[in-house]
């Protein structure tokens, strides 16, 4: 008897023990996946369905058959190798132009197909299109936070892309502002608090607020905001530093774009708005929402932010070689004076916005942020690809050379993770922080080994990557 109890509770000990592993195992995993995913803020639009494409079942026949009358004789086929349109087939039309569009990887084999697009958070080293034919164009499409797959971010992966749509303002279809919905919501008085009354809630309210819960990402902004918290009063509402809970109706995540929440954030003189990685061109919400609100941004992001603020007295830039001490000094220095303070607000209360390259970049923009009267940027990324190729189609028609389409390092750019020097020895607050510097140096193993194997040309298995990868 005793026996058996020994032997049930030791298999009983085994099964929890390996269930709590892999609980750990789990969370670790999301963690490191947790993706700051842009929602898809837009239903693609309506598109119509090219429902003949699932009548054609006949296997034998040849894949060029089962195109819908002969689509692919007469029309580049454009093959999404992330399922993100959902489209089983569609015949776009681009200006002029038509091209087929697909997620049905099958058509890989077919004559015409023409261009393999990709999603760069979905990019994985398996099952890729290879062998890539001489015909073949490859395209990336990624607007996603630079943590969410570091090995495009190298030369040897971003160069095998002949067509690119990012968020660095060198790509072939820059998405810079695509989190910015319009110049008028900048200018928009909507939320905008008089000074006075932000004077007369700092009675219960800290100068400054900050909402996160995404914690230590590369950017290493927790630590900063952390020191910065020693010398400023800072109200954190987040999970991250959290000090300060937020009104019950609003702590659901999705409320984030809720009205009370905006109303709530207007109150306060400062917001911290760190992005969650380093890179020229990236810049999110966070920098948008303040200058939307009325409230003065401190950001932390992209190193060339200048290039796109409204006006150069709009935001208070970190400079992450200063001490967090210094910036707490500066923003106790704008609290307790009003006349500096409204500097900052200057070109919202007039509703100026001097940056002309701003402006520009959203008056030549072809698509739209939670617009439905405009083109959301995957229809115009599709469609940018299907023009390219009409163009070299007509000029070999002409007897003209074609042209050639190739990505740059700078269209895809970003400098390691760097942990502020400040606290660079203080590792043990979390496991996590420490992570992004050695995944970032291993990143560009990975982006040598996969070209390596790309360049072979066939198709290779997971188990090969690796040991190329581990390779000396
Ligand atoms: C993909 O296309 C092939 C060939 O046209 C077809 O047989 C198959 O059913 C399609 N798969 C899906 C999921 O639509
Ligand atoms: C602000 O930007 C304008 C135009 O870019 C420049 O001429 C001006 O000197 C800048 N002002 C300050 C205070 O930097
Ligand atoms: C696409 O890129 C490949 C690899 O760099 C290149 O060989 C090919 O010529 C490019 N195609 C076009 C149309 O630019
Ligand atoms: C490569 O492709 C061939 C043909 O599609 C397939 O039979 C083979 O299993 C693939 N090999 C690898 C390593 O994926």
């Known amino acids: 008897m005793a026996r058996i109890s020994a032997k049930k509770l030791f298999i009983f000990c085994v099964c929890i023990s390996a269930f709590i592993f892999l609980i750990i195992t789990f969370q670790v995993v999301e963690e490191l996946g947790q993706v700051e995913r842009t ?48 489209e089983s087939g569609r015949l776009g039309e681009c200006g002029n132009n038509r091209c087929f569009f697909t997620i049905n990887k099958s058509y890989y084999s077919h004559p015409s197909a023409q261009a393999f697009l990709f999603y760069g958070t979905d990019f994985s080293i398996e099952n890729l299109p290879l062998p890539r034919k001489r015909h073949h164009e490859w395209a990336l499409f990624h607007e996603e936070s630079p943590k969410n797959n570091y090995k495009l971010f190298h030369e040897p992966v971003i160069t095998l892309f002949n067509h690119t749509a990012t968020f660095s303002r060198n790509s072939h279809l820059p998405l810079t502002t695509q989190y910015l919905e319009s110049l008028h919501i900048l200018t928009t008085h909507t939320y905008l608090l008089p000074l006075a009354q932000k004077n007369v809630l700092r ?37 991250c530093l959290h000090n300060k809970d937020l009104p019950s109706h609003l702590r659901d995540s999705t409320s984030m774009e809720e009205q009370d929440f905006y109303h709530l954030l207007a109150q306060y003189k400062f917001i911290l708005a760190f992005e969650n990685a380093i890179c020229d061109d990236y810049i999110t919400e966070k920098l948008w929402r303040p200058l939307k609100l009325g409230v003065v941004p401190v950001y932390y992001g992209a190193p060339n932010v200048h290039l796109w603020l409204p006006s150069n007295r709009s935001v208070i830039v970190v400079d992450p070689n200063e001490k967090p001490e210094n910036l707490a000094q500066y923003l106790k220095r704008l609290d307790k004076n009003d006349w500096e303070y409204l500097t ?109 194997l790309i360049q072979r040309n066939r198709n290779f298995t997971v188990n090969e990557y690796w040991k190329e990868v581990f390779r000396d």
Request: hydrophobic fraction near 35%.
């Open 203 to 239: 009675q219960t309210l800290a100068p400054i607020v900050y909402v996160q819960s995404d914690c230590d990402p590369p950017s290493d902004r927790d630590v900063y905001v952390q020191e910065l918290m020693r010398y400023v009063q800072v109200d954190s509402y987040g999970q």
């Open 39 to 86: 929602v898809h803020r837009l239903p693609l639009k309506e598109r119509e369905e090219l429902t003949q494409i699932q009548v054609f079942e006949d296997i034998n026949l040849p894949l060029k058959e089962k195109i819908p009358g002969g689509v692919g004789d007469q029309y580049p086929l454009i093959v999404w190798w992330s399922p993100i349109t959902g």
């Open 344 to 452: 900052y607000l200057e070109w919202k209360h007039k509703r100026e916005i001097p940056n002309q390259r701003l402006i520009a970049a959203l008056q030549e923009r072809q698509w739209g942020v939670q617009d439905i009267t405009q083109d959301n940027f995957i229809d115009v990324f599709e469609c940018m690809v299907c023009n390219r190729i009409w163009e070299n189609k007509n000029r070999k028609k002409q007897g003209l050379p074609t042209k050639i389409w190739q990505a740059d390092v700078n269209h895809l750019r970003c400098p390691a993770p760097r942990m502020f020097d400040f606290a660079a020895g203080q590792l043990s607050r979390t496991s996590l922080r420490g992570i992004w510097r050695p995944s970032f140096e291993q990143s560009r193993r990975e982006a040598r080994a996969l070209r390596l």
